[in-house]
Every structure is written in structure tokens, then in C-alpha cells.
């Protein structure tokens, strides 16, 4: 799936255009899919499939954990929705499928790293993902919005992974070896992938990307901070704005990144938060969607 960007009209605030000026378009599609099927070996034509991913990779001769119906392992990488067409054709109608691990991803495109971070650090500020209770984590330049795996070593069944240090490696802008600002969604577990409606290869054929990040990219934007120290005073006292400002800075660097506010973080400490923020249309982000 590809997408252009719509621009927003100049009344909105200055850092929502300086970070729409930022990316040339947004591109979306899977990142990775991980898919099991019920065959010891099934012929799959890899060379007829492989022009349309990035990577194909079957193993086979195992069966699933505590589930033996499944005996083929196929990991894909990047692939385009023909891909996901050729391998359920090789299938075949006589051979299920079930989908164990998927990434729908959203990359901004841009000219440079530095632009890319000015998108980056936009939706640090600006992105919010509900019922994750840990802080956000970064190694390496890559925000984790939640633990990679649980205490007894399990990996979560759902986390958002942002990173701008790196080329877009989906299947829009292949060969471009473009610089983007990358997010994605990690969902595993029967559960998980349930709730998105991607249980089977056909499901990923047929998954709506652009309703997915309609849904899924939530941006907000915080009152002026004026009015921000204002709300967190204790006894709303007549105070200076400088002093309503200074209130503000106090709470706001506690969630800094740096240069930028972790959003995520602030809210989850601070619940008040959800009342005095206002939303911002995603629309421009993702952009009129074209097969």
C-alpha cells in the first residue's frame, strides 16, 4: 500500500506543518508475517514469490507448539499484497493457514535523518497508545512503548516500535534507499491478532491499512502552557502566566526526551491529561491510500 500526503491548512500549529513539510509521503504495509500452515511440505514456488518481498523464508519438517496441525513455518519480509496473492494461490484452496506474528508499519519518507527526526520527535510529543501501562524505552535511537517481553520472559502480544535512523525497507519504496521516520505495530497471539482480524493469509490480503492507521495513530496536542499551569494549580491561585508557564515547564520536563515530550509518558503518570487535550486529524499523516 502507498500513500501521498495532504497538507493541512495554515491555521494549524506551527509544529504540526513543520512536520507535515517534513516527509514527501507516507508509505504503509507489513513489515514482517509470520504465517504457519497445515502441510509438512508444501510446494511453494519461492522464486515466483520472492520478486514481490523483500524475503522469503520456509522451514519446514516441524510442527507448531502444542499445536501439530501446523507443520510449515513461512516467515515473510515486506511484502507487497501480490506476494501475499501468489503464496495463497501456490496453497491452494485444500491448505489452511494461520497467522502467529505481524507488523503493520507506517513510514514518512524523507529527504534527510534530520527531517526525519523532526517527524520523530512529532509524534513522541503528539501519539498516544492506550492500556500500555510501562514507559516508553529507547536503545539505540528506537522507541519501545512497551516491554519487548514480560517478566517471565514472554513477548508481549502487543508494542509500537518507532525508530528515524534508518531507510525504509517497505515495499512501496523499494529501491529508493530513502530515509524515514518508521512506526510500526508488534502483534502476536492468537488473541491479538484476533482483535485486528488477521487470523489467515487471506485476512492479510484483505487487511485495510489505511483504516488500520486511521484507528491506530491517535495524535493530540496539549493546551498553551499558560493555560496548562493554570489547570495544574492545586488552588487555581491568581497567579502570573510567567509563573503558570514555570508550573508547566516543571511537569513537561519530566517527560523529556531530549528535546522532546514523551506524551505517552506524561499521560500515564498524569491522568488529568486526558481532559485537557484537544485531537489533531491523523488524516494528513496517512494520506489518500492507493492499492
Known sequence: MKSTKVKLPTKEPR??????????????????????INHPAPD???????????KLVMRSGRSLKFNPEWQT????????RCALIELQAALGPRRSTCVRYAEPALDWLTNNYDDAK????FVLEHFRVQYMRQPVKFKEGTAYFARRASHDGTKTGTNVVMYADRVSK????????QPCCHLEYRFQGIETLAQHGLLSLSDCIDFDHHAFWRA?????????KVELGYRLAPDKANVSDTALTK???????????GDALVLQDCWRENPIIS??????????FIGEVTT
Open 15 to 36: 509544529e504540526t506543518r513543520e512536520a507535515l513539510d517534513a516527509f514527501e509521503r507516507a508509505v504503509s504495509g507489513f513489515d514482517r508475517l509470520t504465517l504457519w
Open 44 to 54: 511453494i514456488p519461492v522464486h515466483v514469490i520472492e520478486p514481490h518481498c523483500r
Open 73 to 80: 513455518e513461512i516467515k515473510i519480509l515486506q511484502p507487497s
Open 118 to 121: 523532526v517527524i520523530y520527535d
Open 170 to 177: 517497505l515495499w512501496p519504496a523499494r529501491g529508493l534507499d
Open 216 to 224: 491506530n495513530f491517535p495524535l493530540y496536542k496539549l493546551p498553551k
Open 247 to 257: 508550573r508547566a515547564n516543571r511537569l513537561l520536563d519530566r517527560y523529556r526526551h
Open 275 to 284: 481532559d485537557l487535550v484537544t485531537s489533531i486529524d491523523n488524516a494528513p
